[in-house]
């Protein structure tokens, strides 16, 4: 009944509206003193009561709704708790499947993050001034072996690009280590070659001062005959 009571609020209103109208059709000379006063009254005696009134139905009607919509908001919150509490183990329980299919998919994309990653470790197992050119071979054979196929699944053309930019990497560490190596052989070269020389010409110093020697003896020998 209260609803039907603030709809004929409007309805009274809305009802006076073409007398209202009709009242107001006029349009008085302003610049005299019974036109001023016409339209003045009409406002203050015709409209603005009207509007007041409409406000005060406005008002009203809304204070109605409103709280009717509060009443109509705690039911449905406390369906919905009916409903929740109803949903929740269910929910919870596909939360929990889903989690732990993300969480599986998570470790497998990390697994093999740390398998591609591997590629690079070959590249700290190299000392360029200790490791040997046999050794560096070992390495490279060792990365070259691994499959980026199988294993790989999904991302084996980045496995394929990390391995290829660590083989080239690693190669040109077997360049520089046999330029090392080349170098300290050359280098061992020259030093038994000057070893060698220097024995040569020692021998040869000695021969010369043994026969010297012998020289000198001989000569001695003579002075003394000959005395």
């Not at 009916?82 to 697994?111: G, M, N, R, T």
């Not at 691994?146 to 077997?174: N, P, W």
Request: proline fraction near 1%; aromatic fraction near 6%; include cysteine.
């Amino acid at each position: 009944m209260s609803e039907v009571k603030e709809l004929v609020a409007f309805d009274k209103i809305v009802a006076g509206i073409a007398d209202m109208q009709e009242k107001g059709d006029f349009l008085p000379d302003m610049s005299t003193k019974s036109g001023y006063e016409a339209s003045k009254r009409f406002v203050l005696d015709v409209t603005t009561p009207t509007r007041t009134s409409l406000d005060k139905a406005h008002k009203a009607a809304k204070e109605y709704w409103i709280a009717g919509g509060r009443g109509i908001d705690k039911k449905k919150n406390e369906i919905l708790d009916l409903i929740v509490d109803i949903q929740k183990p269910h929910q919870e329980a596909y939360k929990e499947h889903d989690q732990a299919i993300k969480d599986k998919k998570d470790k497998f994309e990390s697994d093999l993050n740390d398998k591609i990653n591997n590629f690079y470790e070959f590249k700290f197992m190299v000392n360029i001034t200790e490791t040997t050119s046999e050794e560096m071979s070992a390495i490279i054979d060792s990365c070259g072996e691994i499959d980026t196929v199988e294993g790989f699944y999904h991302r084996a053309k980045e496995a394929e690009t990390a391995k290829q930019e660590v083989m080239a990497i690693l190669s040109d560490c077997l360049m520089s280590i046999v330029n090392r190596e080349a170098e300290h052989d050359r280098q061992l070269q020259i030093t038994e070659e000057n070893r060698i020389r220097q024995i040569e010409i020692d021998d040869q110093q000695e021969a010369m001062r043994l026969q010297q020697e012998k020289i000198n003896i001989q000569e001695a020998e003579i002075d003394r005959v000959a005395k």
